[in-house]
């Protein structure tokens, strides 16, 4: 079975800094892997997905996410970050079932 | 623009009260799926369906059953609820054909129940 690890709980970025999310997959094959954004009060949205290819991927809002297959990493960049970027993130894996595993999520706070 | 709907955001029940929580799309999805969300532990599937009437146990179903007599809509039903059901619940729907396409998410039922 796929899991995933987000070892960061909390982070926080002063506006204007970079901001780095890791996430760490467990999973055999080749895995499909998502960053999802949560806002406070709402559901999930893409951010974005890796399935084959380029392993550097770009997503909405300015974010990328670089698939490192020898270290089982997709770790989500953004080189500067915006006020509304304060949210929580949630990386996840898929196993060609549509079942995603999800991690436990990295909550980002924005100071001024 | 993809849209799944929740219709009840916020509800209070009493132990052992029977509980639905509504979920519809527009977008003929086949795929659509039950999450609970809790601090600490992310978003853990209840149930799937990937057609009408077909159903299949996610990771956490125990209390839990789903209905899906039409496409677009698909119940989460908790026959009698219990404390340690009070949490955040995500419907979500997809297409089927590809493990990529783009899961899309409701904007979350909060339940306490108490």
């Known amino acids: 079975a796929q899991s995933v690890t987000q070892p960061d709980i909390h982070i926080t970025v002063s506006e204007g800094a970079s901001l780095e999310l890791r996430c760490n997959y467990s999973?055999?094959?080749?895995?499909?892997l998502f960053w999802y954004v949560q806002s406070p009060g709402q559901g999930l949205q893409l951010l974005l997905k890796?399935?084959?290819?380029?392993?550097l991927v770009q997503g909405i809002k300015g974010f990328e996410a670089e698939f490192k297959r020898s270290q089982s990493s997709f770790n989500l960049r953004k080189p500067s970050v915006h006020w509304s970027d304060a949210a929580e993130y949630f990386c996840?894996?898929?196993?060609?079932?549509?079942?995603?595993?999800f991690g436990a999520g990295t909550t980002v706070t924005v100071r001024a | 623009d993809v849209k799944v709907t929740q219709s009840s955001r916020y509800l209070v029940k009493r132990t052992g009260e029977k509980v639905f929580l509504e979920c519809v799309q527009d977008m003929d999805h086949e795929n659509m799926f039950w999450y609970r969300q809790d601090p600490g532990l992310g978003l853990r599937l209840i149930y799937f369906?990937?057609?009408?009437?077909?159903?299949e146990k996610g990771d956490i179903p125990e209390g839990y059953s789903v209905s899906r007599e039409k496409k677009e809509r698909f119940s989460l039903i908790l026959e009698s609820a219990s404390t340690n059901q009070t949490s955040m619940y995500l419907c979500a729907s997809t297409l089927q054909g590809a493990t990529g396409n783009t899961i899309y998410f409701g904007e979350g039922s909060w339940l306490t129940v108490v």
């Open positions: 999973y055999g094959a080749t895995p499909y």
């Open positions: 890796y399935f084959s290819g380029d392993t």
């Open positions: 996840a894996v898929g196993a060609g079932d549509y079942k995603l595993s």
């Open positions: 369906s990937y057609d009408v009437k077909m159903k």
